[in-house]
C-alpha cells in the first residue's frame, strides 16, 4: 500500500511552500507529467529487452548452436528484434520523451491534449511489442528497419502522427515566438520520420517500386531513421542540456544555423552510400559518398560547439551525473561520424562490407551518443517531473562508468574485429572456419561487453524505480526543491 501511495505522490505531486518562481514550470511539468514519465518507463523496459536480445545476438556469432532449440530465437530473428527494440523501444521513447519536455519547458506554456499524448505513447509501445511478437513469429519483412510485420505498420504510423501532432501543438502554442536549436532538430525529427516511414512503406509494400529501387528506398530509409530522425532527436537533447545543466551559453551558437541545414542536406543521402559494390547505377553510390564527406562541415560546428562549451566548464561534467552523459555522448558522436565517413569509402568498403564494421559503427552512434545523451537529459528531468532528489547518485555513477566501458567494449569488438574479419575473408585462400576462429577474440569482447552493458542498464532501471517509488521526504514536499535553470538559451554568445 505503501509503494502505492508513493507511487500516485510522484505522478501526483502536492507541494507545499511559497513555488512562486516555479509556477510556471510546475504548470507546464503537470500538463504533461503522465505522459512523460510514461515514455520514460517505456525507455527503460525497451532498453531492458534490447540488451538481453544484443547478448543472445553477440554470443550466437561465436556459439551457433546457443538457444538453437528455440526455433522463434534463430539468429535470423533475434537479430531485426534486438535492432527494432533499441531504435523503436529504446530510443524512440527517451527521445521522445526529451522532445515533449524541451518543447514544452521552452514554449513557456502549459500544453493542453494530454490525453492525445498518453494514448499515442502507449498505442506506440503497443504497436512495437506487435511488430517483436510479429519478428519472432517469422512475419518480417527483408528490409532493414523496415522488419515489422506489414499490419503493425499502420498503428505504429497513426501512434506517432498523435505524438507528433501534440509536438506541434505544444510549439505552436508557446510564449516566446523565437525559436532555438533545440527546438530545430525536435521538429527536424518529427517531420522527417513522417516523411520516409510515408515514402517507404509507399515504395516497398503499398506500390512496390520495380526492380533494384527497392533496396535504395530501403538503404535511404535506413540511413534517414538514424541521421534524420535519431540524431537530431539527440542533437536537441545536446544543446538544451549544456546551456541548462553548466549556466552558461552554447560556444558559437550563431553557427547553429549552418550546422542544422548541412546537416538535413548531407544525411538524406549519405545513407545512399551503403549500396557500393552492389547492383546500382554507379552515381548513386557516389552521391552518398559527396553526401558523407558533406558531413565533415556541421561535424566541425559541432565539435566546436559542443567541446569548447563542455570543456570551458571541465571541473562540472564530473560533479554533475546529466552533463556527464553528454560529454560521453558528443566524443562518442565524433568518433561514430568518423567511422561513417571513413566506411563510405569504396577501398574501405571492399574490406568491411560482410563484416561486423557497420554495425560497431551504428551502435556506436545509436547507443553511444543518442542513449547517453537521452540518459543524461532524462536525469536532468526525471527530479523536476516528480519533485524528488535521485535517492542514490552512487547507483547512477555506477551506471554511467559500466555502460560507457560496455559501449567501448562493444564498438572495438564489433569496428576492429569487424576490419580483421573483412581483411581475412578478401585473402585469396579464405576458411570460413578458419576465420571465425581467428576472430573469436573480438567475437568474446563483444559479447563480455553486452554483459557489462546490461549491468548499467539494470543498475539504470533500479534508479528509476527507485525514485518514482521512494517515499516523499519532507523537503521534497517543498515546491522549491529545484531551482529553475537558468534561460540561457535566449542569450546567444
Not at 565524433?334 to 568498403?349: E, N
Not at 560507457?404 to 578478401?426: E, K
Not at 518514482?468 to 535566449?490: C, H, N, Q, V, W
Amino acid at each position: 500500500m505503501n509503494l502505492i501511495c508513493n507511487l500516485f505522490s510522484s505522478v501526483f505531486p502536492t507541494l507545499e511552500g511559497d513555488g512562486s518562481k516555479r509556477d510556471r514550470e510546475q504548470g507546464i511539468d503537470a500538463s504533461m507529467r503522465f505522459a512523460t514519465l510514461g515514455l520514460i518507463k517505456g525507455s527503460v523496459f525497451w532498453l531492458l529487452v534490447s540488451s538481453l536480445l544484443g547478448l543472445i545476438v553477440s554470443v550466437k556469432l561465436h556459439s551457433p548452436n546457443y538457444l538453437s532449440e528455440y526455433s522463434w530465437l534463430t539468429y535470423g530473428k533475434a537479430y531485426p528484434a534486438f535492432w527494432n527494440a533499441l531504435i523503436y523501444g529504446w530510443l524512440f521513447n527517451a527521445g521522445l520523451a526529451c522532445v515533449v519536455w524541451i518543447v514544452s519547458r521552452l514554449g513557456g506554456r502549459p500544453s493542453g491534449n494530454s490525453g492525445l499524448l498518453i494514448i499515442a505513447s502507449g498505442a506506440w509501445n503497443v504497436s512495437v511489442l506487435l511488430g517483436l511478437l510479429g519478428i519472432f513469429k517469422g512475419d518480417q519483412t527483408p528490409f532493414r528497419m523496415l522488419e515489422f510485420p506489414t499490419y503493425v505498420a499502420p498503428l505504429l504510423f497513426a501512434s506517432f502522427i498523435g505524438i507528433g501532432i501534440w509536438i506541434l501543438l505544444a510549439f505552436k502554442s508557446r510564449v516566446y515566438r523565437s525559436s532555438f536549436a533545440s527546438q530545430w532538430y525536435a521538429l527536424a525529427g518529427v517531420f522527417s520520420f513522417v516523411w520516409i516511414y510515408t515514402v517507404a512503406q509507399g515504395m516497398i509494400f503499398c506500390s512496390p517500386a520495380q526492380g533494384v529501387f527497392q533496396s535504395v528506398v530501403a538503404a535511404w530509409f535506413g540511413g534517414n531513421l538514424v541521421g534524420l530522425v535519431v540524431i537530431p532527436f539527440a542533437l536537441a537533447a545536446v544543446y538544451y542540456a549544456i546551456p541548462k545543466v553548466l549556466g552558461q551559453p552554447i560556444v558559437g551558437y550563431r553557427q547553429s544555423n549552418i550546422a542544422f541545414w548541412s546537416w538535413i542536406l548531407f544525411s538524406s543521402c549519405a545513407g545512399l552510400a551503403s549500396l557500393g559494390n552492389g547492383p546500382f547505377p554507379a552515381w548513386v553510390v557516389s552521391v552518398g559518398v559527396v553526401a558523407s564527406f558533406g558531413l565533415l562541415l556541421p561535424l566541425s560546428i559541432f565539435s566546436m560547439q559542443f567541446l569548447s562549451s563542455l570543456l570551458a566548464s571541465f571541473s562540472k561534467i564530473w560533479d554533475t551525473i546529466s552533463i556527464r552523459f553528454v560529454f560521453y555522448a558528443v566524443v562518442a558522436f565524433m568518433v561514430g561520424t568518423i567511422f561513417t565517413i571513413l566506411g563510405a569509402l569504396r577501398g574501405v568498403q571492399e574490406v568491411t562490407q560482410f563484416s561486423q564494421y557497420y554495425d560497431g559503427v551504428r551502435f556506436l552512434v545509436l547507443v553511444g551518443f543518442a542513449g547517453m545523451s537521452f540518459t543524461g537529459v532524462i536525469y536532468y528531468i526525471l527530479p523536476r517531473l516528480v519533485n524528488k532528489e535521485l535517492p542514490n547518485t552512487s547507483l547512477a555513477d555506477l551506471q554511467f562508468w559500466v555502460q560507457g566501458l560496455g559501449i567501448f567494449l562493444i564498438t572495438v569488438g564489433l569496428v576492429y574485429g569487424g576490419y580483421v574479419h573483412g581483411s581475412l575473408l578478401n585473402q585469396s585462400t579464405a576458411d570460413t572456419v578458419a576465420i571465425l576462429e581467428n576472430t573469436k577474440t573480438y567475437l568474446f569482447l563483444t559479447s563480455l561487453g553486452f554483459v557489462i552493458f546490461s549491468f548499467g542498464n539494470f543498475a539504470y532501471a533500479v534508479s528509476f524505480v527507485w525514485i518514482i517509488l521512494s517515499p516523499r521526504t519532507e523537503k521534497e514536499k517543498s515546491a522549491d526543491l529545484i531551482e529553475s535553470a537558468p534561460e540561457l538559451e535566449y542569450t546567444h554568445s
